[in-house]
């Protein structure tokens, strides 16, 4: 069992389930799209955040998004981290078919791709420390051709795929995923890859 820091909010009682196997936190729900009428619910989350860090784990389809999208709008920014599951196609084992998009959700992840993901949200995990990196800017995506020009939405879309990271992530969710992750070297030098491939 991994012990972590701050708490998680995942969608449903399958992802808290899962998660619960796996790490030791505390866990809360949104209810899926409940979290958008449920105030005391939003208000528990916004306390926990200000009191330990919140770590955002929705799945990566439509769905995962929007509810992501209303927390960041929700709760400030500097209490919360995004943990992002790859787009990987299948249905979970309790379902008889797959979901509207196809792809598996948090329950229907491993236990290495669970714990790499919240790694790379930068959560705080006991007996592990977190690298710094070099941030990079809005400014580095437009001169690398990833925001703002002909190309841009074509050019993030191959860098998620490379990535391994959700197609539906906005420019910015893009951005913090990428200062979690890589230098602006680092990113530099895949986007060199993918200019090859």
Do not use: C, D, P
């Given at each position: 069992m991994v012990r972590i820091r701050e708490a998680i909010v995942v969608e449903g009682r399958y992802d808290k389930n899962t998660l619960s196997q796996i790490v030791d936190a505390p866990i809360l729900e949104t209810g899926g799209f409940g979290i958008f009428k449920d105030k005391k619910q939003m208000e528990l989350l916004r306390k926990v955040a200000r009191a330990r860090g919140l770590i955002v784990f929705t799945d990566s389809d439509?769905?995962?998004?929007?509810?992501?999208?209303?927390?960041?709008?929700a709760i400030d920014g500097r209490f919360l981290k995004h943990a992002y599951i790859p787009d990987i196609p299948g249905k979970e084992r309790r379902k008889s078919a797959p979901g509207k998009e196809g792809k598996l959700g948090v329950e229907g992840m491993s236990r290495e791709i669970i714990l790499e993901a919240l790694r790379k949200a930068g959560a705080t995990i006991e007996g592990e420390e977190t690298p710094a990196r070099n941030g990079i800017t809005k400014q580095d995506l437009m001169e690398l051709g990833?925001?703002?020009?002909?190309?841009?939405?074509?050019?993030?879309?191959?860098?998620?795929?490379?990535l391994d990271l959700p197609e539906h992530m906005s420019a910015n969710a893009m951005l913090q995923a990428l200062n979690l992750l890589y230098s602006a070297e680092e990113l530099r030098s895949i986007l060199a890859d993918i200019e090859k491939e």
């Open positions: 439509g769905a995962g998004f929007v509810i992501r999208n209303h927390l960041k709008s990833l925001s703002g020009g002909a190309n841009s939405a074509e050019n993030r879309q191959k860098l998620l795929r490379k």
